[in-house]
């Protein structure tokens, strides 16, 4: 199976920080609750924990977006849908426009913030909907269109 042929916007790197930041800051506000709630005299756990927390946080936030932009590719065509995602665990994926249920754009506040769009495709499948997160607003739109009318033109049963 080859590789789809688009990659996702550029700016899905920023996003994709972004979200990793706030996940991290949440952990953060777990470790300062433990340093506060802990009553042991020896604090050595806690810079123990911090400091593993501290390297893994600091390359989840550098590394992951970066990786998951090299990763993540789409194509569509008059046919099918074709999707390669992830990160740590890679998914390439094909769907028939004969299969395809519903058509969705979603905006998150992060993604509305980097002006981005995700897609997502549901079919009459049993692996789930297949979805393309960070596509330029723009493209996210015509892919919407473009997939609707392709999927209306298709004779199958979308079953």
């Known amino acids: 199976m080859r590789e789809p042929a688009h990659r996702v916007s550029t700016r899905a790197i920023g996003m994709w ?5 706030t996940v991290v800051l949440v952990l953060l506000g777990g470790q300062v609750i433990w340093w506060f709630v802990d009553d042991r005299p020896s604090r050595s756990a806690h810079w123990i ?20 932009f090299r990763v993540h590719r789409w194509e569509a ?12 665990r890679q998914e390439r994926r094909i769907a028939p426009l004969s299969r395809v249920q519903t058509i ?3 905006r998150g506040p992060v993604s ?7 897609v997502t495709v ?5 692996a789930g909907p297949l979805t393309i997160h960070g596509l330029d607003l723009p493209v996210a739109r ?3 269109e473009a997939l609707t009318t392709s999927a209306v033109r298709e004779r199958g049963d979308a079953t």
């Open 104 to 106: 969705d754009l979603e």
């Open 77 to 88: 065509t008059e046919h099918a849908i074709y999707t390669q995602s992830g990160w740590l």
């Open 49 to 68: 924990v911090g400091a593993v927390w501290l390297v893994l946080s600091i390359a989840y936030v550098v590394v992951m977006p970066r990786w998951r």
């Open 112 to 118: 509305q913030l980097f002006t981005l769009a995700s």
């Open 122 to 126: 549901t079919t009459a499948s049993a």
């Open 17 to 21: 920080t972004v979200e990793a930041l």
């Open 142 to 144: 015509e892919l919407v």
